[in-house]
């Protein structure tokens, strides 16, 4: 097995103070698994301030995007490009902080070293959506196929190098918020299926939601849904009734998912 852990940033503080201050917390997994970095940062980051990040793995500096809603898609796309020989990336963000172990034994780095295991013994896995404690009481450590799933980042998300594509299919370029979903309906829509664990003890702030009326128009379904990734989600899947908060696979992705695959589990619910 190959893992590429990659990370995308504007903000050199929050990468220093959270990400690489407790990357250390999955030395473990690097122990146990081939492990590469891969990194793509905007400024204001330099030179000077990705070099700690430099040693860890390969570094794509690029200037500073002034468009007036961030497309994260280009950023994603080039981090899984910059290993692109990696049979899984590890997608985190830069407010990341690994964590554990907890009173109950959670540890970040075991959390992802179990889903890569999975993925290894399921090879019709697309990736593992690595979520948090909320609602995980009582699966422990199980890790189950996603029927239904708000499909995000989160605590990480491992997605499979499927070879047809990089991050995500190239219709999905788009700015705004539902770049991880879309990584997974591209996969889904292949025949791959997604899969969930609970209990990852990585923490991150509080982040912005996916909702109407949204005062940060890359977060604002109305707009996403209209002109947006989620535009796109809809059309291309015949679902316009489809929004990220419904935490469904859209219609079509299913359709093309079985057609794929008429033998999957998602077959079996939905």
């Not at 780095?109 to 399921?122: Q, S, V």
């Not at 079509?252 to 079996?268: I, R, T, Y």
């Amino acid at each position: 097995m190959k893992l590429a852990i990659t990370m995308i940033s504007n903000r050199p503080e929050t990468a220093h103070e959270r990400w690489l201050a407790s990357v250390h917390k999955l030395n473990k997994l690097r122990d146990k698994v081939d492990t590469s970095f891969s990194f793509v940062f905007e400024a204001p980051f330099t030179q000077a301030l990705a070099l700690p990040f430099q040693k860890l793995g390969r570094v794509t500096l690029k200037p500073k995007s002034k468009a007036p809603i961030y497309n994260w898609w280009p950023n994603r796309n080039q981090a899984c490009a910059n290993a692109p020989d990696a049979e899984y990336w590890l997608m985190t963000d830069d407010d990341f902080r690994f964590g554990g172990p907890t009173p109950l034994g959670y540890e970040s780095w075991r959390r992802y070293y179990d889903a890569i295991k999975y993925l290894d013994a399921n090879p019709s896995c697309g990736g593992v959506c690595c979520l948090p404690f909320l609602g995980g009481s009582a699966s422990g450590s199980k890790i189950m196929v996603a029927h239904r799933e708000l499909f995000a980042l989160s605590r990480g998300l491992l997605l499979r190098n499927v070879g047809n594509f990089l991050y995500s299919l190239n219709v999905f370029n788009l700015p705004g918020a539902l770049d991880e979903p879309a990584a997974c309906f591209s996969r889904i829509e292949l025949g791959y299926y997604f899969a969930r664990t609970f209990n990852t003890p990585t923490v991150l702030p509080p982040t912005h939601k996916v909702q109407p009326g949204n005062t940060h128009p890359a977060y604002n379904s109305d707009t996403i849904n209209t002109v947006g990734i989620g535009s796109v989600i809809r059309k291309r899947y015949n679902d316009p009734d489809w929004d990220h908060n419904t935490r469904r696979i859209p219609i079509g992705c299913l359709e093309m998912h079985l057609k794929a695959s008429p033998n999957s589990v998602l077959g079996k619910r939905q």
